[in-house]
Structure formats: C-alpha cells, structure tokens
C-alpha cells in the first residue's frame, strides 16, 4: 500500500495548483516540487523567491559527504576489534544527564532574531560544526538564513507598498462616492431622509458603522485630466477653463472604468502576494524535511517554527482580510452586489486547453500539406511553365495571392514567437497588456495561419488557368474573383462583432491597429508601437493591397490585364503606403518625446526618419531606374541600415555590453546557449541588407521578378519575427529587474489638501 499526501493550492497564478507525492517515490515528488514551484512563481519576482535550487545543491554536497563518512567510519569501528579489552564492570558509575540539559543537547540549531540597521533578520546557530562535516552543514543554514531573510524583506516591502495603496483607494472611493450623489443631485434627499429619522433609528446608524459620504470631500479632489485619445486632446484644445461640466454622467462613467481597472489590478497584486507567501513557506518547509532525511537530524521543527512566527506567515492573514475587503467593495459598488459577477472579473479567467484545437490544427496543417503537394503535381502535370500565360499571371494574379503568404508567414512567426516565449517564461500576456484569460496560445494563432493557408490554397488551385476561354477570350470571372472574395472574408471576419473566432483578440488588434493609423493622437502603449513594427515589416503586403484597388477597381480582370504601373496615381500612392508604417512609428516617437522627455525617442524618431528616405529613394529607384538613383538610394539605404541594425541589437535585445559577464551580450540571459545570440545577430545584420537585391538589381534567370520580390519580403518577415523574441525577452528582463510584475493604473482624482495648506 502507498501512502499519498496531497496539498491543493486554490489559484495561484490564475490556476489550480496540485501537489501530489507518494512515499515510495520521494525523490521523484521533490523533482516534480522543484519544476512546480519554478512553474508558479510571478515572472518578474523569480530573483525574490527562495532559491529551491541551490539549497539542494549544498544537501547533496552534504549527502555525498555523508556517505563517504560512513564508509570511512565501517574501517574504523574495524580498527577497535584490536584494542584492549576494559573489563566488563566500569571503575566508575556515569549519572544520568538531567532532562534539561538533554534537551539542550537534543537540539541542532538556534534561530534568533536580530536587528540590523533598523530592519529584522535572523540567524541560524548550528550547534553541531565539531562533527565530521559540520562546516558544510552549517554554510547550508548560512545560506537558507540569506534566503529566508531576502524573502522576508521583500514581502515586507510588497506588503506595506499594498497596503498604502488600499489608503489611497479608499481615498478615491469616497471621492467616487460623493461624485455619484454630485451627478445624481441625491445629497437632498439623502439629508432629508436623515432629518426624518427617529433619533433611536440615527443611533443604530451611527453605531452599525454606516456614514453618510460629505460632499466635501470634492472641494478637496481635483478630476485628473487624461490625453489618451484624440477627443480628449480636441477637448482640452477646445474647451475654455471654467466652461466644462465636471459633475457629468461621461465624466462618471470614466471614473468608475478607472477605479475598477484600479480595483481589479490590485486584487492581482493580493493573489500573487498570497501566492508568494504560502509558496515560500512550503518551499522551506521542503527543504527542512529534506536536510532532517539527509543528515538524520530533526532540525525542521525549530527551523519551521521560526518561519511561522514571522512576518511572511502572520501578515498573511492581513492579506487575507484586505482581499475579502477589497471583494466586498468591488461587488457592491462595482457589481451591482452581484457576487457571481463581481468575482467573475475580480478573478483572473483560467485559459483552458480544448482537444478541438489540436483536432482542427492538425486538421487543417494536413489540408494544407495536402493542397501544396497537389499544386506541385498540377503544375508539372500540365506543364504550367511553359504556358505563354505565365507571364500574365505572374505579373496579375502572383501579386494577389502573395499577400496571404507574407501574412500566414508573419503568424507563423508569431506562433513560434508564443511557443519559445512560453518555453522561457517570458510574460507577453502582461508585457502586451492582454486580459487576462484572452491571450491566444501558439496553437490557436497555428490554427488560424493554417486555416488561411488552405483557403488561400484552395483558391490557387481553382485559378491555374493559364489559358483563355477559346470561345468567350475571357477567363472564367468567378475563378478571377476568389482573391478579392477570400480578402472581403479576411476583413468581415476581423472587423465581424459577434463573439466568434477570437473576438477579444480580435479587438484588441484593431484597437492597437487604429492607434497606429491615428498617430500621435493615442498614447503610445508597447503594443501600440510593437505593433506598428510589425506593420513596418509587411510594406509588400500593403502594396499588395494597394494593387488589389488598381487591379479589380481600374484593370481589366477577366483579361488579367491592368495600367497600374503607368498611372501616376498608383506610383505615388506606391510611394505613400510604403512610407505609412515608417512614419506611425515616427510620430509615436515624437509623442513618446514629448511625454516622456526621453532622448532615447528622439533619436528612435530618426532612425525612422533615415528609413523613411532609404525606402522614398529605393522605391524611386526601382519605378524609374537610373544610376543617380542607384547611388542616392545605395547612401541613405545604407545608414538607415546600420543605424536600424546597432538599434536592434544594443537598444532593443540589449545585447552587444562589453562589460558584461556573458561578453558582448548582457548580464542575463534566458537562453543557456550563447551561441543561439551570436547567430541572431549575424542572422539579423544579413536580413537586413536584403535591400541590396534592390539596389543592386541582382536577378536570376530562373526566378521571375515577382517571385524575387516576394522571397526578399518574407527574408523581412523572417527577421522581425527573430526580432520579436529578443525584444520581448530584453523587455521582460528590465520588468524582473525592477519586480515591475503589474500595469500602472492611473487614478481619477488627486487629493490637493496639501497644495491648499501651503498655499494658505
């Protein structure tokens, strides 16, 4: 029979956690606790958590000795078969030893608290160092002491950080409270309903603890003023000071949206400070229980008990009630004392993993496999090749169809991007600022790229015509149309608002989308500015869409014929879709330069602006050739990529510090393979001097222009998706390095009780 323990962990880090372990296999359960408890740490505080780790290098150090101890010792107690005999009744009677003192010397170690500098530490006396053995066992209490104390402290920090946070929503709750009877015109009634009140009713009022909020509160407040979207800017622009309507029901509404994103974030902070709490203390638990088995020692006891008196384990019930506090707030004020719904927001939604993903993934990867093979064997079964049509529909239908391919390329990209994220914890739902719950995992964004794929497949191999129709010297228009409709299918899906295909994330990308196009009227956000990176990667495909407009709108498609490259219109609009990108992100910078008062923006700005030229003079170039062109087009391309390629690797991935321990890279790394960023770099400065195809006019007689084309615009693609891992990871560090684990929520009003004071 086995005998099976189990812990359970309600929600940490917005799942279940269960701990299993069964006494036959206990060395097994202390591997699966060790990934378990690396798995549930908040990502940005792993360096604060204890180091499971290495405590358990210095048992096995201390396991190894022991065994060489007792191996020496079997010798020895050998040795004593030869020494003399001393009779079998001793000369002299030993007296007991009094129980005190046998406690004394039963135990192993003292743990006692100790000031230092104004803060509480404690120290671990290990009683035993004369024995064989005893230095290295008392390094190992040395070292759990630094652990233990560096938690404590933190905790401490996270704890009071938490706590004077709760004051300032209380603060603003009462500023909300009075807002709402202000825009109600409730305070009347309320004084009138108050005036008519028995007096024994007033008193079991006042003494159940319910107050009425004074509206005086707001004459201490002012309503922050936020220049988040381009109505608010208009506004303030506008608007005359003394002119606008604060008490206003708008005005309301966006102060209670404020205060509940506040609400919600700090109840994270709660769980992931619970969490932190209960996870350090079973992992000392641990690691007692497996130096007692070590060493043969019952050291826990003492050791637990002072880690049950501190300040990690008694300020968890403090924790406790802030959260059941905060729930109750939430609930009534937010919920409409609703608690199913109130908690259905306070608590962050757990993403489950469904089998119909999988199923359907595989599903369409197999059609899409299955539809590349059939379009090989089409096109060398019927010669497709030699065909006097395959100028024409290189030249017409090539550049349709490319556009699916550079973006089922970019979420593939992407996806691996999910996957290596996930692999080495690098938080890009926090990073991205996703709620919680609705990020897409790597097989849904898999799911969606081959779904795309198969249609698009699909549609190639119901438009490989080569040929007219003999009798109507036509192509057929519904096979001609395929690419417009698959792209009117793409665009309704996106924008479609019923809650299918991912709508959430959806949104979200045509929410960023639109501050992108809108630039700088938005505040930047990193998934703003991310995003409009990506956008700088995809410049053929929007030209593509640009060609979908001429081609179906002024061309000619039933001959597959079109003038778009003899307009002047189309020419100059292919200048200006190849620039939009470029100069979103340049004017992001300026708002992030005017904000901020960050150099660094100013000089990002350029690099955009140096890209804005290289791309105006390569596109000039490439419409109306030229060897004046060639050069000026060479010169600015050129910069713009050296300038692009040392942003990348120094600002960017962070990497490049030739005073770093891990030389010409940084500090930390989350890949153990330095070789991995070595070759991104040098992946990374070759992709970017891809335009050399351009300038240099480099063709191949095997290869068609358009094709040559398209294979230097997915080398594009191929770079930025290498770049997005790097520049997440590089983020995600700077968040560890400064715990910065939670969004900064800004609050709708400012006390100015202070301001008032000094001004008297």
Known sequence: MF?????YIPFINSRPLIICWCSRNIQNSRMKFGKEYASQMVPEWQEAYMNYDSLKTILKDIQRMKQRSRQNGGLKRAMTLYRAFSGLVQGQKKTPISPSKKDIESQYILVNSVSKNGSESYETTFLKVAEEGGECEQEYFRRLDDEFNKVDKFYRTKVKEVIAEAESLSQQMDALIAFRIKVEKLQGVLQDSTQSEPVEQKQETTSSGIKSVPLEILGHVKLNKTFETPGSIIQNFVNVAGQTETFSRENLKKVEKQLKTAF????????????????????????????????????????????DNSYLSISDEQVTKLMERVEDTFIKHFSNSNRRKGMNNLRPKTKKERHRISFSLGLFVGCSAALILA???????????????????????????????????HMLM?????????QYRVNYPFIFGFKQGTELGYREVLLVSFCLAALALTSVLSNLDMEMNPKTKEYEALTELLPLGLVLLVIIVLICPFNIIYRSSRFFFLASLFHCICAPLYKVALQDFFL???????????????????YYG???YKQRQNTCKSSGVYNTFYFIVAVIPYWSRFLQCLRRLCEEKDPMQGYNGLKYLATIIAITTRTAYSLYMGFSWKIISGIFSAIATIYGTYWDLVVDWGLLQRQSKNRWLRDKLLIPSKSVYFAAIVLNVLLRFAWLQTVLNIQFSFLHRQTLITIVASLEIIRRGIWNFFRLENEHLNNVGKYRAFKSVPLPF?????DEDHNE
Not at 750 to 754: K, L
């Open 3 to 7: 005998a099976y323990n189990t812990i």
């Open 750 to 754: 400012t006390y100015c009780e202070e």
């Open 414 to 422: 992407y996806a691996s991007n999910i996957c290596f994220w996930r």
């Open 532 to 550: 409009a990176d990506q956008l700088t990667s995809q410049v053929q495909a929007i030209r593509s869409l640009e060609f979908y407009i001429c």
């Open 554 to 556: 002024w061309g000619d």
């Open 264 to 307: 919600v974030e700090f109840y994270l902070k709660l769980r992931h400070l619970k969490s932190y709490s209960f996870l350090n203390i079973l992992a000392f638990s641990k690691i007692m229980k497996k130096y007692d088995k070590i060493t043969s020692r019952r050291a826990s006891t003492s050791y637990m008990r002072m880690v």
């Open 375 to 409: 379009l090989i064997l089409i096109i060398h079964a019927r010669g497709l090749l030699d065909k006097r049509g395959k100028t024409q529909y290189m030249e017409n239908m090539f550049p349709l169809y490319s556009l699916f391919a550079f973006v089922v390329l």
